[in-house]
């Protein structure tokens, strides 16, 4: 089993979409988290941080379930420019680094 | 936010020659600097995570000897790809965390494209 699992998509959704994206996550003792984003042969780019009590940046929410070990990323009102692949990223537990999923692709059109 | 460099962004080799990219933070000092590969439509992979003035440590799986990784300073690191081949061919990016704690942000790099013929 992966240890970070997304949904590779493609979504593909016509501009002013709302799009969701989940992720679920192996190591019960994952401390911190996020959501990044990385467009086309370009390094990934920190989009925000997910916190327990979810949280909201502009047309992005993310959520946290710790339960069910699973994250979430929405976002509203989708412009072109939001066309890239979403990575969740989980810290590796104990460990001072970073587990990433494969991403989902999401493609926003006219 | 913070910047960090990586110097070649693309580079093109033979098979059996050894490549060296460089990372740099560009204005603050990095503690830790880490090593990823990312192949095409695959997630980044973590190689080693890399503190300055001593050893790297190495992801399972990861040739210590084949990938030579030096950081020498607060501001650079260096990894080696010794005797390239062809599946080594790959995207390599670096990132670098000011602080130790795993809450601080790491600072990516913009990558460099190798491409082993």
């Known amino acids: 089993r992966k240890e970070v699992e997304q949904d590779p998509g493609p979504f593909n959704v016509p501009e002013g979409a709302t799009v969701a994206f989940n992720c679920t996550y192996s190591n019960s003792a994952s401390q911190s988290f996020f959501w990044y984003r990385q467009d086309c042969r370009k390094e990934p780019k920190l989009l925000m941080s997910?916190?327990?009590s979810g949280n909201e940046d502009g047309r992005f929410t993310a959520q946290l379930n710790r339960a069910s070990q699973y994250i979430s990323l929405l976002i509203r009102d989708s412009k072109l420019s939001d066309s890239a692949t979403y990575l969740c990223?989980?810290?590796?537990?104990?460990?001072?680094?970073?587990?990433f999923g494969a991403g989902t692709r999401l493609a926003v059109h006219p | 936010g913070a910047v960090v460099s990586q110097h070649p962004s693309r580079v093109i080799c033979k098979s059996g020659t050894s490549v060296k990219i460089e990372c740099r933070s560009l204005d603050f000092q990095a503690t830790t600097m880490f090593w990823y590969r990312q192949f095409p439509k695959q997630s980044l992979m973590l190689m080693a995570t890399s503190n300055e003035g001593s050893k790297a440590t190495y992801e399972q799986g990861v040739e210590k000897d084949k990938f030579l990784i030096n950081h020498a300073s607060l501001t650079l690191s260096t990894l080696t790809v010794t005797s390239a081949h062809p599946e080594d061919s790959s995207f390599y990016i670096c990132?670098?965390?000011?602080?130790?704690?795993?809450?601080?942000?790491?600072?990516f790099g913009p990558g460099t494209r190798l491409t082993v013929l």
């Open positions: 997910v916190y327990s």
């Open positions: 990223v989980v810290n590796g537990g104990g460990y001072n680094k970073l587990i």
């Open positions: 990132s670098a965390r000011e602080r130790e704690g795993s809450y601080n942000e790491q600072f």
